[in-house]
C-alpha cells in the first residue's frame, strides 16, 4: 500500500543552520510528490511539488527538496534557516487511483536563537 | 490570491448535538476537500466534491456527512457529534491538476464536543 512516513516528529535547528527534514515513501510506479508547511494557527499551504523529471525542486522561501528512488525518499533542505520558518512541515504523496493526497504525520520545526 | 474561508474558527458542541461547519472558496475549483487533523495523524480524509451537487467519501467518513450546493461552498455536518470528533477541521480546494493537483487551505475549525 502507498505510504509516507516522516520519521521525525519534531527537529531543532539553530537559526543559520542547515536544515534537512526526511520524508520515505512506498508508492509503485512514479510519484507526485509535495511538501506543505503549516505555520502556526494557520492552514497548510504548499511549498514545492515534485513532477517526474529533475530530481532537485526548488520551492519557495529557499526550500528546496531531492527526490531519490532508489532511496524511495523526498528529504527537503534549506541552505539557513530563518525564525520565521518555525512550523508544522508535511510531505504527501498523490495516488495513483483517484489522485487523492497520503499525508505524512508531520515534523515540527523549532528554531533555536 | 486563492482563498478559502471556513466558519466558525472555534465551536464547542454537547454530545449528541448537530454541527454544521462551514467552507467557501473563491478560487472557483471543482476540486473540495474536508480534512480533520489529529497529532500523529497528520491529515486524514473526511469528505470530498469534484463539483456542486457531488460528495464522495474519504478515508474516514463514518459520522460525517457533506453537502456542495454550489461551487462556492461545501459544508461538513455532524448530525450526531461525539467526543471522538473533537479535532481540529480544515476545508481545502484544489486546483484539479490531476495527480499534481495543488491544495489551497481555509485556516482551520477547532471542534471541541463536551
Known amino acids: 500500500a502507498q505510504s509516507v512516513t516522516q520519521p521525525d516528529a519534531r527537529v531543532t535547528v539553530s537559526e543559520g543552520a542547515s536544515l534537512q527534514l526526511r520524508c520515505k515513501y512506498s508508492?509503485?510506479?512514479?510519484?507526485?510528490l509535495f511538501w506543505y508547511v503549516q505555520y502556526p494557527r494557520q492552514g497548510l499551504q504548499l511549498l514545492l511539488k515534485?513532477?517526474?523529471?529533475d530530481p532537485v525542486v526548488q520551492g519557495v522561501n529557499g526550500f528546496e527538496a531531492e527526490f531519490s528512488k532508489s532511496n524511495s525518499s523526498f528529504h527537503l533542505r534549506k541552505a539557513s534557516v530563518h525564525w520565521s520558518d518555525w512550523a508544522v512541515y508535511f510531505c504527501?504523496?498523490?495516488?495513483?487511483?483517484?489522485?487523492?493526497?497520503?499525508w505524512g504525520s508531520g515534523t515540527k520545526l523549532i528554531i533555536k536563537p | 490570491e486563492a482563498a478559502v474561508t471556513q466558519s466558525p474558527r472555534n465551536k464547542v458542541a454537547v454530545t449528541g448535538g448537530k454541527v454544521t461547519l462551514s467552507c467557501n472558496q473563491t478560487?472557483?475549483?471543482?476540486?473540495m476537500y474536508w480534512y480533520r487533523q489529529d497529532t500523529g495523524h497528520g491529515l486524514r480524509l473526511i469528505h470530498y466534491?469534484?463539483?456542486?451537487?457531488?460528495?464522495e467519501k474519504g478515508d474516514i467518513p463514518d459520522g460525517y456527512k457533506a453537502s456542495r450546493p454550489s461551487q462556492e461552498n461545501f459544508s461538513l455536518i455532524l448530525e450526531l457529534a461525539t467526543p471522538s470528533q473533537t479535532s481540529v477541521y480544515f476545508c481545502?480546494?484544489?486546483?484539479?491538476?490531476?495527480?499534481?493537483?495543488?491544495?489551497?487551505f481555509g485556516s482551520g475549525t477547532r471542534l471541541t464536543v463536551l
Open positions: 481545502a480546494s484544489g486546483d484539479a491538476d490531476w495527480s499534481a493537483e495543488t491544495l489551497y
Open positions: 466534491s469534484y463539483g456542486a451537487g457531488s460528495t
Open positions: 508508492y509503485f510506479g512514479t510519484p507526485y
Open positions: 504527501a504523496v498523490s495516488q495513483d487511483s483517484n489522485y487523492q493526497l497520503i
Open positions: 478560487n472557483n475549483h471543482n476540486n
Open positions: 515534485y513532477y517526474p523529471g
